[in-house]
């Protein structure tokens, strides 16, 4: 009975020890390995359908932001976009929606093509980076869906933004 008991508990931290072995890479579309470890990363199966990147339950992606008056994309956005890519480059069936949001300055009709800017211009990206186009599709919200409700720039910079909602996985 000794015998026994030892051969499953030995069999049990055998498993435990090599399940902690495993990698954090994953095979991209093109047949390359991404790094999902350090990029934020998660499968599919983490992401929760109409999850969003602002809540930050949309998987390894990640909402992306913007100065003032501007759709440029700097090199901090494009760097965490790349990742965004990584992510649904590595997961084929994640579908999203990139949300263009602004600051409350300005008026409703020029916030809406401001945030719609914002949003082509996330879009444009990934795709140049090799995600399908008809994986991602863009709305503009404007100025009507803040997620800080100060009056001041560290309000402001928070809600000059997009965000990323999965609308498939």
Known sequence: MTFSIRSVLLTLLLSLALAGC????????????????????????????????????????????????SATLNSSTRSQLQKNVNFLKANGSVEVQVEGH?????????NLALGERRAKAVKDYMVAMGVSSSRVSTISFGKERPVSFGHD???????????FVVTAK
């Open 102 to 110: 602004c600051d409350e300055r300005g008026g409703v009709q020029y």
């Open 22 to 69: 495993g990698t954090t890479k994953k095979k991209a579309a093109g047949g390359g390995d991404v790094d999902m470890g350090s990029d934020g990363g998660s499968d599919a199966s983490e992401v929760e359908l109409n999850a969003d990147s602002d809540s930050g339950k949309a998987g390894g992606l990640r909402t992306v932001f913007f100065a003032y008056d």
């Open 153 to 163: 720039e560290s309000a402001w910079s928070q809600n000059r933004r997009a965000n």
